[in-house]
């Protein structure tokens, strides 16, 4: 890349916002995009930022709006010793744990018993 200075950059990048397809981003989130970028109080990190909110869109995540939580229901959730892994075992064979998922009310829960586990150890 050559060597562009900021205000340039910035045109290029907004462009580069602008192009995207409305199935990535629809015009309101791709409007946001661009004030973030406009925002900056850093312009040094003008490119990581940029580089930051494209990363989101190609890893699939959504700047929509997050499900509500039931708040009428309560989950109860039993440990299953099968299924469970430890982010200390050094034994692991995997290097990296990363979790997606559409089950929004499950990864909640997983927070709420990592809560109790840690209430448990003190």
């Known amino acids: ?3 562009k200075d900021y205000s340039q950059l910035l045109k290029d990048y907004k462009a580069k916002i602008d192009e995207l397809s409305v199935n990535d981003l629809n015009q309101d989130q791709k409007t946001i995009c661009k004030m973030i970028l406009d925002n900056l109080t850093d312009q040094s990190q ?3 930022v940029y580089q930051f909110l494209m990363q989101r869109v190609k890893v699939g995540f959504r700047f929509d709006i997050a499900p509500d939580i039931n708040n009428k229901m309560i989950s109860i959730l039993k440990f299953n010793e ?3 892994f430890n982010l200390n075992d050094t034994q692991s064979t995997n290097q990296n744990s990363l979790i997606i998922g559409e089950n929004y009310d499950a ?3 997983l927070l709420v018993v990592e809560r ?3 209430r448990a150890r003190a």
């Open 1 to 3: 890349m050559q060597n």
């Open 46 to 48: 003008l490119q990581n």
């Open 82 to 84: 099968d299924k469970s």
């Open 107 to 109: 990864l909640k829960n």
């Open 116 to 118: 109790e586990r840690e």
